[in-house]
């Protein structure tokens, strides 16, 4: 009975008939991997010694899982979470998501939709928040549950230990040796979600194809790679990629007998693949199309020169050896190393067939160069390393007597120093403290900041990346009246600034004006229009470094800082023996001030003049001279003395989720609340309606 069950399992799978009672046993050597030889690849066919025994290792195996395991855990969950503007920035739409019940980028003037980039990874983000995770939490656990689980398909898959040890690297890869405080892999930005989907797709489609098309695996690897080309527009070429594995299996086995792998991987791709047509791209195609026409189109050479100039600009950001960072210091795209290694090695080489697509688009076509795009090359050419140094020690093993013995101590060996390599180059980066403890995203920390100094019912305006972290509950971006409109003559800042509670304004773009009179929010602080109210410095993320700007004196600034995880405030106190000072510089001293332990800059628009930039820090007490007197190219805009007391600021964050209203967000400045902050009618009635929709001008 058993045997007839076994001759069917090995009919369905197009296999020949095989004995199974007397068949002899496997030699201890084999020249190819049993998926190798069952999936009639004649380019998988014996190639002495490149090949690979028939042995899983799983000791070299585990090791290396278990220790990337480890390292994804400690990035994702216990790490300082950095990001710049976009972390802070694209938070919006989840964030609109989950306090209003559908998804929008009102702080990018989207009140109705969200296509900069398809929604997906946002709403995933949001669904787990409504299941009460964190904002620190939630972000990360897309591209977590992701990586993790391209981790079980490799642990499960077809190959060779070799080719799980390369793979099991290339999960790993980005988050080990590209991440930087401004590229963060487990942030808002959807890449590494988008990466972990693409490369666990290209590993079942390959066991599917190793273990002679094998429905189920081919099945969830078309569903997988359509998922990850969902989740950014730039994605789209990875589909390509199925359609290789869909030309494979004809070429391999013909149409009559390609027939129900090819129905596996169209039905696996279709499973997504409707649902996002008839959810997102059918109903926001012309917004889609719109926001697409807005990205500049070059040619070829113009966009690879844009590419290399981005490796040069990364090389000395990255946390890799040499291996990474001389071909960025060369400029040699890393898909152009990668392909002749992998093509010279048998157990994976289809998966490098199905990345060239999405590599070779992002490389040629993808004018809108973005450092995060480069987690896929980085992938595949840590993958190719792996793979290339496992060739070179077999060719070496293959000569030694009792070959298999040496061969399970070197891959256990190099799979530890491997996996110990990782973890400590990320763990050592020091540009994350890596801490067992609870954490919270540090915007959170500056909200409930601003909260603190402005009062529950706040009227902020700013430009993109503050809508958060300001402590706003109504916001409007400022940026449409201030900024990019051509001002008149008699235009009075102050009068405007008098509408809000505070102008918020952090470093990223500080120094942009469009508005016929070469003024920002900046050069209005430099010249005394506008005023200091208060003020936060980050600790991990300086694009959450922020002032707060007022028409009039405040009668007392207040501020908050971060450092080494304890916060601060400060309060003015004319006797206090701290100071917050603003000096208008040169933007080379500016950029050089290292005297305090907390600063931040506000770049000044361009002009005649050589560059500029406000630098406002926060003092300890020195005595004299003043700090005025060492930087006499500077000009003294405001100075403050105070006192600074510590604050817990475990309790501030969970003061401020418990009490946090919903923000509104505003199309225009007569739609915001007059005077919300000192109205108690106002914040009495407006704390019982949070959560509905402010007519059509507002969220």
Not at 45 to 73: D, K, S
Not at 220 to 237: E, K
Not at 351 to 366: C, D, E, G, Y
Request: with cysteine; charged share 15%.
């Amino acid at each position: 009975m058993k045997a007839a069950c076994y001759s069917r399992r090995l009919g369905r799978l197009r296999q020949p008939r095989l004995k199974t009672a007397k068949s002899p046993p496997a030699p201890a050597v084999a020249s190819t991997s049993a998926p190798e030889r069952q999936s009639g690849d004649p380019a998988a066919q014996p190639q002495t010694p490149l090949a690979f025994p028939n042995e899983r290792y799983w000791g070299a195996v585990g090791a290396l899982a278990g220790l990337i395991v480890a390292l994804l855990l400690l990035a994702a969950y216990f790490s300082d979470r950095g990001g710049g503007v976009d972390e802070i920035g694209l938070f919006n739409p989840t964030y609109v998501d989950l306090h209003y019940g559908k998804i929008a980028y009102p702080i990018y003037g989207d009140f109705e939709t969200m296509v900069v980039h398809p929604p997906l990874h946002y709403k995933i983000i949001a669904a787990f928040m409504r299941r009460g995770l964190t904002y620190y939490y939630a972000e990360a656990t897309p591209a977590l549950l992701m990586l993790l689980f391209g981790i079980v398909l490799v642990v499960r898959g077809p190959f060779p230990a070799p080719a799980k040890m390369a793979l099991l690297c290339g999960l790993a890869a980005p988050t080990a040796w590209l991440a930087n405080p401004g590229l963060e892999m487990f942030g808002m930005r959807p890449e590494n979600h988008l990466n972990a989907a693409w490369l666990a797709g290209s590993i079942a489609l390959e066991s599917g194809r190793l273990t002679n098309w094998n429905l189920k695996w081919l099945f969830a690897g078309a569903f997988l790679v359509t998922y990850a080309s969902g989740i950014h527009y730039y994605a789209a070429p990875a589909l390509l990629g199925v359609l290789v594995y869909m030309l494979w299996a004809i070429a391999q086995n013909g149409w009559r007998r390609a027939s129900k792998p090819l129905l596996a991987m169209s039905a696996g791709g279709l499973l997504f693949g409707v649902p996002y047509l008839l959810l997102f791209l059918i109903p926001d195609w012309h917004a889609i199309v719109a926001m697409l026409r807005t990205i500049p189109r070059e040619g070829i050479w113009t966009i690879l020169q844009t590419h290399i100039a981005e490796y040069h600009y990364l090389a000395p950001r990255l946390n890799g050896g040499p291996w990474l960072k001389l071909p960025f210091l060369l400029g040699i795209p890393l898909v152009l190393l990668s392909t002749p290694i992998l093509s010279v090695f048998p157990p994976i080489r289809g998966l490098l067939l199905a990345s060239l697509p999405l590599q070779l688009f992002v490389l040629l076509f993808a004018s809108h160069k973005h450092a995060y795009y480069f987690v896929h090359e980085v992938s595949i050419y840590c993958i190719a390393l792996v793979a290339g140094a496992a060739m070179l020690a077999d060719r070496f093993l293959a000569k030694l007597p009792r070959q298999l013995v040496w061969r399970r101590v070197v891959l256990t060996v190099g799979a530890v120093m491997l996996g110990a390599g990782m973890l400590l180059t990320k763990w050592d980066t020091k540009h994350s403290a890596i801490l067992p403890e609870p954490r919270e995203q540090e915007a959170e920390v500056a909200r409930a900041a601003g909260k603190e100094m402005l009062g529950p019912n706040a009227r902020v305006g700013s430009r993109l990346s503050l809508w958060y972290a300001s402590g706003a509950a109504h916001w409007y971006n400022i940026s449409l009246d201030l900024l990019w409109t051509k001002l008149p003559a008699q235009f009075n800042v102050g009068g405007y600034a008098s509408r809000l509670d505070a102008l918020a304004e952090t470093t990223h773009m500080s120094d942009d004006s469009r508005n016929g009179r070469n003024a920002s929010l900046a050069s209005w602080y430099a010249d005394g229009s506008l005023h200091l109210g208060g003020f936060f410095f980050a600790q991990v993320n300086s694009d959450l470094n922020y002032l707060l700007l007022r028409g009039a004196p405040s009668p007392q600034v207040t501020g908050f800082a971060l450092k080494q995880g304890q916060l601060y405030r400060f309060l003015e106190d004319h006797a206090g023996p701290y100071t917050v000072i603003s000096l208008a510089c040169p933007l080379a001293e500016a950029e050089n001030y290292r005297e305090a332990p907390f600063s931040s800059l506000l770049y000044l628009p361009k002009g005649d003049q050589a560059a500029r930039a406000i630098v406002t820090a926060l003092l300890q007490p020195i005595g004299s001279p003043s700090y005025a007197s060492l930087h006499p190219d500077c000009k003294v805009v405001e100075e403050i003395h105070g006192v600074l007391i510590f604050v817990d600021r475990r309790e501030l964050v969970e003061k401020m989720r418990r009490e946090d209203q919903t923000i509104r967000f505003y199309r225009s400045l007569s739609d915001v609340p007059a005077a919300a902050a000192q109205n108690p009618e106002y914040r009495s009635r407006n704390s019982e309606d949070s959560g509905a929709l402010h007519a059509r001008s507002s969220f």
